[in-house]
C-alpha cells in the first residue's frame, strides 16, 4: 500500500502534484472564474465579513500564515492568524462581521475544534478548511472548503499542507472576487498561474537528487536554521519544524529581517542555513535584502543552501548548495519552495535512522487539548 516507496511519506511527498491539481479540480470555471460551491456563506454574507481569522495547529498555522499574506492582498481585509491554542484563551474580538478559518488536514484536531467552537459563540461564520470527510471540524462548521490531498497518512504532514495552501488561496481569491477588489486582473491572471502549479511541483519532484545527497551529508549536525521573508517565514517555520519532528534535530526559522535582532549571533563556521529566497521580480526589495543576509551570514562562515528561483543569477555567488524552484507569482511560491524542504527532513531523518512515517512521541491527530 505504499505503492514500492519505502515510507508513506515518500510516497505522500510524490502525490503532491496530483493532490494540488484535485483540489483545484472543478473550482475554476472555463471563464477563469472560481466556483466555490461548497461555501455556503452566502456572497452577501461574505461581503460584510470586516476581518478574517485564522486559527490552526503546526503545518496547517503555517498555511494560515500564507493565507494572510494572500488574503489581505488581494481582499484588503483585515487577516489574523492564531495558534488554535492560545486563541479562545485571550478573549479574542470576535462578531458576526468576523469569518473564522479553521484549517485542519484531520478535522479532529482538539485545539482547533475548541477555537471554532469558542468562534462560534461570539456568532462568528466559520469556514472549515479540511481533508477528512465528515469529521468534527467541517461538521461544526458553517461551511468547508475540502482539500482533496486523499488519505494522509506519515505523521509528517506534506501533500496536506500544499492542498492547504492551494485552498487557502482559493478563499482568498474567492473573498477577492466576491467583494470586488481592484486586484481583479491579477486576480484573473493568479487563476491561470494556479491551473498550471501542479506541473510546477512535479519539476521540483524530478530535481531533487542533490538534496537527498546533501541531506545525507549532514545526518552528523545539531542545528540547522532556515530563513525567510513574506510568504518565504512560513516556509522557513516549515521546514524547521518537518525537521524537528523527523529528524529530532534542532532547527528553527526565522524571518530574516530579524537576523540582525539577535539570531545572528547563532551562526558559526559550517552551520547549515537554509534560506528561501523571494522572487526577483515581484516584490524586489525584498529579494535583494535576502542576498545581504545571505552574503552576511556567509561571511560568518555559515553554510548556506539557497532555495531560489530559475534565472535568478544574483545568489549564485553565495550559495554553497543552491536549489532551482520554477518561478511563480510571489505568493504561490510556497507551493514549489516547501517541497525541497519535505524532501530534506525526509532524506536526513532516514539518515540518522530514524522511523520515517511514525516519529518518536507524535500522533496524527492530536485529539486533546
Ligand atoms: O490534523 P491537523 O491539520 O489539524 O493537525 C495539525 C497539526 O497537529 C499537524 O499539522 C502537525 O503539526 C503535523 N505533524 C506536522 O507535520
Same mark, same amino acid.
Request: hydrophobic content about 45%; overall charge negative.
Given at each position: 500500500?505504499? =505503492?514500492?516507496?519505502?515510507?508513506?511519506?515518500?510516497?505522500?511527498?510524490?502525490?503532491?502534484?496530483? @493532490?494540488?491539481?484535485?483540489?483545484?479540480?472543478?473550482?475554476?470555471? =472555463?471563464?477563469?472564474?472560481?466556483?466555490?460551491?461548497?461555501?455556503?456563506?452566502?456572497?452577501?454574507?461574505?461581503?460584510?465579513?470586516?476581518?478574517?481569522?485564522?486559527?490552526?495547529?503546526?503545518?496547517?498555522?503555517?498555511?494560515?500564515?500564507?493565507?494572510?499574506?494572500?488574503?489581505?492582498?488581494?481582499?484588503?481585509?483585515?487577516? %489574523?492568524?492564531?495558534?488554535?491554542?492560545?486563541?479562545?484563551?485571550?478573549?479574542?474580538?470576535?462578531?458576526?462581521?468576523?469569518?473564522?478559518?479553521?484549517?485542519?488536514?484531520?478535522?479532529?484536531?482538539?485545539?482547533?475544534?475548541?477555537?471554532?467552537?469558542?468562534?462560534?459563540?461570539?456568532?462568528?461564520?466559520?469556514?472549515?478548511?479540511?481533508?477528512?470527510?465528515?469529521?468534527?471540524?467541517?461538521?461544526?462548521?458553517?461551511?468547508?472548503?475540502?482539500?482533496?490531498?486523499?488519505?494522509?497518512? @506519515?505523521?509528517?504532514?506534506?501533500?496536506?499542507?500544499?492542498?492547504?495552501?492551494?485552498?487557502?488561496?482559493?478563499?482568498?481569491?474567492?473573498?477577492?472576487?466576491? +467583494?470586488?477588489?481592484?486586484?481583479?486582473?491579477?486576480? &484573473?491572471?493568479?487563476?491561470?498561474?494556479?491551473?498550471?502549479?501542479?506541473?510546477?511541483?512535479?519539476?521540483?519532484?524530478?530535481?531533487?537528487?542533490?538534496?537527498?545527497?546533501?541531506? +545525507?551529508?549532514?545526518?552528523?549536525?545539531?542545528?540547522?536554521?532556515?530563513? =525567510?521573508?513574506?510568504?518565504?517565514?512560513?516556509?522557513?517555520?516549515?521546514?524547521?519544524?518537518?525537521?524537528? %519532528?523527523?529528524?529530532?534535530?534542532?532547527?528553527?526559522?526565522? @524571518? @530574516?529581517?530579524?537576523?540582525?535582532? =539577535?539570531?545572528?549571533?547563532?551562526?558559526? %563556521?559550517?552551520?547549515?542555513?537554509?534560506?528561501?529566497?523571494?522572487?526577483?521580480?515581484?516584490?524586489?526589495?525584498?529579494?535583494?535584502?535576502?542576498?545581504?543576509?545571505?552574503? %552576511?551570514?556567509?561571511? &560568518?562562515?555559515?553554510?548556506?543552501?539557497?532555495?531560489?528561483?530559475?534565472?535568478?543569477?544574483?545568489?549564485?555567488?553565495?550559495?554553497?548548495?543552491?536549489?532551482?524552484?520554477?518561478?511563480?507569482?510571489?505568493?504561490?511560491?510556497?507551493?514549489?519552495?516547501?517541497?525541497?524542504?519535505?524532501?530534506?527532513?525526509?532524506?536526513?531523518?532516514?539518515?540518522?535512522?530514524?522511523?520515517?512515517?511514525?516519529?518518536?512521541?507524535?500522533?496524527?491527530?492530536?485529539?486533546?487539548?
Amino acid at each position: 500500500e505504499k =505503492g514500492g516507496y519505502d515510507y508513506f511519506m515518500l510516497k505522500e511527498i510524490a502525490e503532491q502534484p496530483k @493532490a494540488v491539481a484535485d483540489t483545484l479540480l472543478g473550482r475554476i470555471d =472555463g471563464s477563469g472564474s472560481l466556483t466555490l460551491d461548497e461555501v455556503r456563506i452566502p456572497p452577501g454574507v461574505l461581503r460584510e465579513i470586516d476581518k478574517v481569522v485564522i486559527v490552526a495547529c503546526g503545518t496547517a498555522f503555517h498555511a494560515g500564515m500564507i493565507a494572510k499574506y494572500a488574503i489581505e492582498h488581494w481582499t484588503r481585509l483585515p487577516c %489574523e492568524v492564531e495558534l488554535a491554542s492560545e486563541f479562545r484563551y485571550r478573549d479574542p474580538i470576535l462578531d458576526a462581521q468576523t469569518l473564522v478559518i479553521a484549517i485542519s488536514q484531520s478535522g479532529e484536531t482538539m485545539d482547533t475544534l475548541m477555537a471554532l467552537r469558542h468562534a462560534r459563540e461570539q456568532g462568528s461564520k466559520v469556514l472549515a478548511i479540511c481533508n477528512t470527510n465528515g469529521s468534527t471540524i467541517p461538521r461544526e462548521s458553517d461551511a468547508v472548503l475540502y482539500t482533496h490531498a486523499g488519505p494522509e497518512v @506519515a505523521v509528517a504532514s506534506t501533500k496536506a499542507f500544499l492542498t492547504q495552501l492551494v485552498a487557502c488561496y482559493l478563499v482568498a481569491l474567492y473573498l477577492g472576487q466576491v +467583494r470586488g477588489t481592484k486586484w481583479g486582473d491579477e486576480i &484573473r491572471a493568479v487563476i491561470r498561474d494556479l491551473s498550471s502549479i501542479a506541473g510546477a511541483v512535479e519539476r521540483v519532484l524530478g530535481t531533487m537528487e542533490p538534496v537527498r545527497e546533501l541531506a +545525507r551529508t549532514l545526518a552528523s549536525k545539531k542545528t540547522v536554521l532556515f530563513l =525567510g521573508r513574506h510568504v518565504g517565514y512560513p516556509v522557513a517555520l516549515e521546514g524547521a519544524l518537518k525537521l524537528k %519532528e523527523l529528524a529530532y534535530m534542532h532547527a528553527e526559522g526565522f @524571518a @530574516a529581517g530579524e537576523l540582525k535582532h =539577535g539570531p545572528i549571533a547563532l551562526i558559526e %563556521e559550517d552551520l547549515p542555513v537554509v534560506v528561501v529566497v523571494p522572487s526577483p521580480r515581484g516584490r524586489s526589495v525584498l529579494h535583494d535584502k535576502i542576498v545581504s543576509n545571505i552574503q %552576511e551570514i556567509r561571511a &560568518r562562515g555559515a553554510r548556506t543552501i539557497v532555495i531560489a528561483e530559475e534565472g535568478d543569477e544574483a545568489v549564485v555567488p553565495y550559495a554553497d548548495h543552491l536549489v532551482r524552484i520554477p518561478a511563480t507569482p510571489t505568493l504561490l511560491q510556497p507551493l514549489v519552495a516547501t517541497v525541497p524542504l519535505q524532501v530534506f527532513a525526509c532524506e536526513l531523518a532516514t539518515a540518522r535512522g530514524n522511523e520515517v512515517d511514525q516519529p518518536r512521541n507524535l500522533a496524527k491527530s492530536v485529539t486533546v487539548e
